[in-house]
Each structure stands twice: as C-alpha cells, then as structure tokens.
C-alpha cells in the first residue's frame, strides 16, 4: 500500500529536528535550505520565540531593512508581550513607522541602549558597527545565502552559535565591484556566507524544509526539478485544491488565450515571432502589458484552500517579473498608457522573497543575440518562475531554445571554483521545455 503523502507532518517533523538542534544541539552552526514559499520567515520567528522562552536571548541578522522590519511586526504579533529590539540606522526614516505602534519593540541607533531585551533584530551592515558589547549566546541568520562572507566574518564576533535560514535556488550576493581577483580562495569575500560557512565546517548539521506552501502543484515538480536537484521538495497543495477562473470570456486574443492556458494548467508561454531586439523590446513589453490589462479586465478569481470561496485577484495580487530596471520602467509606462495601476513591477532581485496570486514574467533571454552570465544565472530565473501561488505567465520571443544551443559558455574556467549546479543552460532549457506545452502564438 502506498503511503499518502502528508505535507503538514512531513514539514512539521523537519521543523521540529530544526529546533530540537538549535535549542539542544552542540554545533556552533546549523544550516537550513528552504525552497520558496517553505515558511522560512515562520520558521525563523518560531526558533527566535522558542529561544527566548527557553532563555537565551539572540540576536537576528537580516539583509535589508524591509525584512527586518517584517520580523519585528511578526513577532510583535505572535507575542505582544516579548521585549523586541530594532537596531536601526541614524537615517532620517530608518524604520517602517507601523513599528511606532507597537508597544513592545523598543527602537535605537545604539546596540547599548537594546541591552537585556529577549531580541533584537538589524541588518547585517548594521550589525557590523556594533562594538564593545557582549555576545549574544544565539543568533539567527535570515536570508544566508543571500549574505555575502565578508559580510558574515564582521557579524562573527557578536554571536556563539548560529542558525543559518536561507533559499540555496535565489540569487547569490549582490556586489558592486568586480570580486575575480579573490575567484577560488577560502576567503573569496563575495562568495555566499553559507557557501563558506560549509567549505570551511562541512560537519555542521544540515537542514531543509521539505514543503513549497506557496507554489501549487502544476509548478513545484518543475521548479525543484529545474533549480533544487539537489534538495527537491513537495508542494503544500494537491493538483485541484487551487482554481483560477475567469468573470468574462475570452476574446480570442493572444492575450486571452495564454490567460486561460494558465489557469487551466499553471503556466503559460506567450511567445512572440523570433528577433534580434532592444532590451526593452517594445512588442514584448507592450504583450506583457496587455496580458496584466486583461488579467484584471477579465475579472480574474482565485479559490485555494486559505478560501473555498472566490476572491478577486486584484492589481496588488499581480506581478511582473524583469531581469533589468529599464525594461521593468518600459512595462511601468506602458501599464499606465492602459491605465492599470497597483501592480507590482520590478527586477529579479527586488522581488525575491514576495508572494503573488499571479506572475507575468519578461523571459531573461527574450530577444537577446547573446546568452550572458547575468541572463543564464539560474538565480534570476528561479526567481522570477516561483513568486505564483496559482498562475505564471512568461512572455519571450521564439528561438532562445536555439541561442542557448548556440552560445556555450565563455566564462573563464577558475581553479578552486565550485561549479554551479544546475548550470544556467541546463535550467533554461528544463524551464523552455516546460514551457514549450503551454505555447500561445502572439498574433500581430
């Protein structure tokens, strides 16, 4: 008989090995891999409350301002009573102003003035300021993979042991200067703080949270398959428990008919006549527009097992995806000329870590004569192909299966370098094939 698969207890069950390691285990560092949509964020609010009911104040490292603050008012939320810390900048608005309101967090641009509170929380470059204060017993590391080394070895110094939370499939630290002079060192500053972490302590225990509560079942086979070889995982939902449906019907458009394609299987590929063009294609941008203004027009609804009802997918539940900011800037002004606004538009980078009913996503290699570094990083695509909760949409022009195969790799070989797997090729190609049976043809 075959064993029915059980996401609730198969995640509850990594979760409590998680805690049960952090809270009594031995190591200095635990590590722990989370696909996207795992509850990584729930995972490191449980851990930071479970710590300090058990006693041991900590310490939470963040990578941006936006995430800190989100831990703060998930905290606050799960308990009012906790003494929280908001380590903050001495910039003039420092911190979302929905921290004034709460009453247990205590804000300061001074790790002294936090002293004693169960947890405080800042960004790592915040972190990396303080001085002359005792170390914390614990801390947590949120978004590790995303922390550059360098920025990990100025935060060591302040914490005994640590719990490393991060999504190994996203984007690898972000660095504005070139870092090829340090290419296959140990001490490589620009490699991921996990990355070093394991090279340097292989023994540290190895977590992973097994569950995608976010992607539906029509889209975490493909995505852990493409982008998590390695460390695959399940979606939280079965193939039914989440609909996405229509008000009006379809025109007959390009537009339309990849809509509907999407919501019947999950995925859609609007692909437009193949062509060399600029970056920010003008047809495709213009598609990309027309597939978000008919989303909305057609009275979009999603049902899922958070509602058995239908709730409209409104222009705040929608996203689109680019790999640059001129052509996230090109699609802004083009939803705007059709008069949509609400709609959350930006690069790969800024929307890591966001959730949506529905993603439009400008293909990395439409339209391109080359196939770069930057536009093959499996990163940037696994990014943009795992933000949906019910439908992804990817608009690309013809022939990029053709230009991969054409354009192998030029990057230089470095000794000492972890080659990367999947590589860029092999995901694009995985992802394009998948793709490849939900085609819709533009029709000028």
Known sequence: ??????????????TDAILADTLSGTSRGIVVDSPPGAGKSTLVVRAALELAAAGHPLMVVAQTNAQVDDLVVRLAEKDPGLPVGRLHSNDSDPYDKALDGLANVRKSAKASDLAGLDVVISTAAKWAHVKNVEPWGHAIVDEAYQMRSDALLAVAGLFERALFVGDPGQLDPFSIVGADQWAGLSYDPSASAVST??????????????????????????????????????????HGDRRLSFGVASDGSAPDRVLDEAAESGW?????????????????????????????????????????????????????????????????????????????????????????????VLHPLSGRPDATAFHLETGRLCVLASRHRHACIVVCRAGVAELLDEHPSTEPVQLGVMVKFPDGWEA??????????????WEA
């Open 197 to 238: 972490l394991l090279a340097h302590n292989p023994q540290l225990p190895q977590h992973r949270l097994p569950v995608s509560w976010r992607l539906p079942a029509s889209a975490a086979p493909l995505v852990s398959d493409a982008f998590y070889p390695y460390t695959p995982f399940r979606s939280g939902t079965d």
């Open 268 to 360: 859609g590929l609007l692909e437009l006549p193949a062509r060399h063009t600029p970056r920010t294609d003008p047809e495709a941008v213009r598609a990309v527009a027309l597939v978000v203004r008919r989303l909305l027009d057609r009275g979009g609804a999603a049902t899922s097992e958070r509602s058995p009802d239908p709730v409209p997918v409104t222009a705040d539940r929608v996203a689109v995806g680019t790999a640059h900011r001129d052509q996230a800037a090109a699609v802004r002004a083009a939803l705007a000329e059709l008069g949509v606004t609400g709609v959350a538009v930006d690069t790969a980078n800024r929307l890591q870590g966001r959730e949506f009913d529905v993603t439009v």
């Open 1 to 14: 008989m075959t064993a029915v698969f059980d996401p609730g207890a198969q995640a509850a069950r990594a």
């Open 428 to 441: 694009n190609h995985a992802v394009l094939a998948h793709l490849g049976e939900h085609r819709v043809r």
